[in-house]
Nanobody, 127 residues
Framework: QVQLVESGGGLVQAGGSLRLSCVSSGPTFASYAMGWFRQAPGKEREFVTAISWRGRSTYYADSVEGRSTVSRDNAKNTVYLQMNSLKPEDTGIYYC????????????????????WGQGTQVTVSS
């Protein structure tokens, strides 16, 4: 069983920045692509970004493209999400997730392609 633990959320003013982290307990972290999703109150969980197992490929939702950077450190079993120029609409609970299949990043926007999920970290952006 893989456990994912997110951290780094908080309350920030619009225009500010946050860096989220997600640490995995899995021994084969480097074999799996990772994703970040978020869920705002009253809305469905939505895709934010995904990164391949070696970090060579990254994908972003249009809503965060140009303002966010996903990265990973496989030596630390950690994936990061740097978010800049935050907007109130970025408010929500942010979840990291590990893909079900190693060395695969097909359909990266689909939450169903991810097997393990963290408990989430709250991001609140005030206007």
């Amino acid at each position: 069983q893989v456990q994912l633990v997110e951290s780094g959320g908080g309350l920030v003013q619009a225009g500010g920045s946050l860096r989220l982290s997600c640490v995995s307990s899995g021994p084969t972290f480097a074999s799996y692509a990772m994703g970040w999703f978020r869920q705002a109150p009253g809305k469905e969980r939505e895709f934010v970004t995904a990164i391949s197992w070696r970090g060579r490929s990254t994908y972003y939702a249009d809503s965060v493209e140009g303002r966010s950077t996903v990265s990973r450190d496989n030596a630390k079993n950690t994936v990061y999400l740097q978010m800049n120029s935050l907007k109130p609409e970025d408010t929500g609970i942010y979840y990291c997730a590990q893909r079900e299949t190693p060395y695969d990043l097909e359909n990266y926007r689909n939450p169903g392609e991810y097997k393990f999920w963290g408990q989430g970290t709250q991001v609140t952006v005030s206007s």
